[in-house]
C-alpha cells in the first residue's frame, strides 16, 4: 500500500513571496503520477499540477513548480509571486498506474495562508 | 465544458436515518469515483466505477454503504443506517474521457456534499 506524508499541517507566506509545500511518499511501484491539489473553503478540489514518475523533468505550471526527487521519493510544491488566492488547503496525491484501478492517495494536506 | 455536479451541498440526519447523495460526471467522462473527506484529512477512495462496472470497491463499508451506476452516467451513493463517524464530505470526481486518446490520470472533482450526522 501507498502512504503520503504532508509534515506541515500549516503555513503562511506574504503576498508576492515564494513558498513551498513538502510532500513524501511511500511506495514499491516504479510507474506511478505525482499530484498537488488545491482545495479552497469553497471545497472544489483543483488540480494545480501532475508529475510523471518516468518523467526526470520537474513539471511546471504558471508560478507553480514541482521539485521531484524520486530516488528519495520526495516531491515538493514551490508557490512562486504568492497571491490571496492561492490561500487553500493542499493536497499532495498519489496514483499507481495501471491494473484499471486510478486511485488517488491523498495525504493530509497544507494550510496555506497568504497574508496581505 | 460542465463540470461534475452533486446534490445536496449539505444534509443533516439523525443516526440511523439513511441518506442518499447523486452525482453527475463531466459529459463523456467513463470513470467516477467516490470519495470520503473527513474534516482535517484527505479524501479517501470509497468506490470506483468504469462505465457502470465497479472497478474497485475495496474501501467501501459494504454493510451500511452502497452505491450504483445504473446507465454508465450518472451516479448515486447510499447510507443505511449512517453512524455518527459517517459525518464527512462526500466527494464525487471523474476521469477518461470516452473514445479519445488521454492519460486517465486527471480526476476533476465536484463541490462535494457535506454530511453531518446527529
Known amino acids: 500500500a501507498q502512504t503520503v506524508t504532508q509534515s506541515q499541517p500549516e503555513m503562511s507566506v506574504q503576498e508576492a513571496e515564494t513558498v513551498t509545500l513538502s510532500c513524501t511518499y511511500d511506495?514499491?511501484?516504479?510507474?506511478?503520477?505525482l499530484f498537488w491539489y488545491k482545495q479552497p473553503p469553497s471545497r472544489q478540489m483543483i488540480l494545480v499540477i501532475r508529475?510523471?514518475?518516468?518523467?526526470?523533468q520537474n513539471a511546471t505550471e504558471n508560478r507553480f513548480s514541482v521539485n521531484f526527487q524520486k530516488a528519495a521519493k520526495s516531491f515538493s510544491l514551490k508557490i512562486s509571486d504568492s497571491q490571496l488566492g492561492d490561500t487553500a488547503m493542499y493536497f499532495c496525491?498519489?496514483?499507481?498506474?495501471?491494473?484499471?484501478?486510478?486511485?488517488?492517495?491523498f495525504g493530509k494536506g497544507t494550510k496555506l495562508s497568504v497574508i496581505p | 465544458e460542465a463540470g461534475v455536479a452533486q446534490s445536496p451541498r449539505y444534509k443533516i440526519i439523525e443516526k440511523r436515518q439513511s441518506v442518499a447523495f447523486w452525482c453527475n460526471p463531466i459529459?463523456?467522462?467513463?470513470?467516477l469515483y467516490w470519495y470520503q473527506q473527513i474534516l482535517g484529512q484527505g479524501p479517501k477512495l470509497l468506490i470506483q466505477?468504469?462505465?457502470?462496472?465497479?472497478?474497485?470497491d475495496s474501501q467501501l463499508p459494504k454493510d451500511r454503504f452502497s452505491a450504483e451506476r445504473l446507465k454508465g452516467v450518472d451516479s448515486t451513493l447510499k447510507i443505511q443506517p449512517a453512524k455518527l463517524e459517517d459525518s464527512a464530505v462526500y466527494l464525487c470526481?471523474?476521469?477518461?474521457?470516452?473514445?479519445?486518446?488521454?492519460?486517465?490520470?486527471?480526476?476533476?472533482f465536484g463541490p462535494g456534499t457535506r454530511l453531518t450526522v446527529l
Open positions: 470526481a471523474s476521469s477518461f474521457p470516452r473514445g479519445r486518446r488521454e492519460t486517465t490520470d486527471t480526476q476533476y
Open positions: 511506495t514499491s511501484e516504479s510507474n506511478y503520477y
Open positions: 508529475q510523471e514518475a518516468y518523467k526526470q
Open positions: 496525491a498519489f496514483m499507481k498506474v495501471g491494473a484499471g484501478s486510478y486511485q488517488l492517495t
Open positions: 459529459s463523456g467522462h467513463a470513470t
Open positions: 466505477f468504469q462505465n457502470n462496472g465497479v472497478v474497485d
